[in-house]
């Protein structure tokens, strides 16, 4: 009976003590939880306090190139000093003294010249045109306007005609090239390899206004007593390589 009560007060014993290490165990895990949310709260408020004492910096002054010496400005940086329109100078000072600097002779030459409409500046451009004279017919005398470039004139061209002709490999239908209505014959030069005499011939000449004799329009003219009638593949073709503005002694 003594034996039986022992046993249960040192189990009983047991019990306590597990218990007291277990409840100790857990109040120890608490508190250093509590420690560390604690702690991190404190880290939290203290990056928020010093974001907000950090002085904040405008958009603009923040793109604002500086100067030499560490300042912002809102103007450009020369590099020999010399003042200029809204610009800040190697020494950090600001002027708003526009700049009085002369364009070259040949640069106020030339934009005189725009302004006076006596520039002559070229412009390349490419402008192919074929027309097609099959079954077409030309009267005694008559004519048939083929390219108007005004107002530009053609500097640089090249026409290309497959027409009639005879054993003499000559025709009757003359390329008149000039500026409306002063038009001339061009003289054409006869391309043997590619042409028939008797039938069909091919002829070409090359076109480039002056500054006397501005050229803008082509045509072809009968120069026969009857009328001309085109047969299969009679062709006039037109290539224009550059132009330049008429000037104002040429505006019809």
């Not at 218990?19 to 404190?42: C, D, K, M, P, W």
């Amino acid at each position: 009976m003594t034996n039986k009560s022992t046993s249960t007060k040192v189990s009983l014993f047991v019990v306590f003590v597990l218990g007291s290490a277990i409840f100790s165990v857990n109040g120890n895990v608490f508190a250093q939880q509590n420690v560390t949310l604690s702690e991190a709260l404190n880290v939290t408020d203290t990056a928020e306090q010093n974001f907000n004492e950090t002085d904040s910096v405008p958009v603009e002054e923040e793109l604002l190139p500086t100067t030499t010496d560490g300042s912002a400005t809102d103007n450009t940086t020369t590099t020999d000093g010399s003042a200029t329109d809204n610009t800040t100078t190697t020494d950090g000072s600001a002027t708003d003294n526009a700049s009085n600097a002369t364009p070259r002779p040949e640069v106020e030459e030339y934009f005189n010249s725009l302004e006076n409409g006596t520039s002559h500046a070229n412009t390349v451009t490419r402008d192919s045109q074929t027309i097609l004279l099959e079954g077409e017919s030309l009267p005694e005398g008559s004519f048939i306007h083929l390219y108007d470039s005004t107002p530009y004139q053609i500097m640089n061209g090249h026409i290309a005609a497959k027409l009639p002709c005879n054993d003499a490999n000559s025709t009757d239908v003359n390329v008149l090239i000039g500026q409306a209505p002063n038009l001339q014959p061009a003289e054409l030069e006869f391309v043997g390899p590619l042409s028939t005499p008797g039938e069909l011939c091919l002829y070409h000449v090359d076109v480039a206004s002056d500054e006397t004799t501005p050229i803008t329009d082509i045509a072809i003219q009968s120069n026969s007593t009857e009328d001309i009638d085109f047969p299969a593949t009679s062709t006039v073709v037109i290539g224009v390589n550059e132009i330049a503005p008429l000037g104002e002694d040429h505006h019809e």
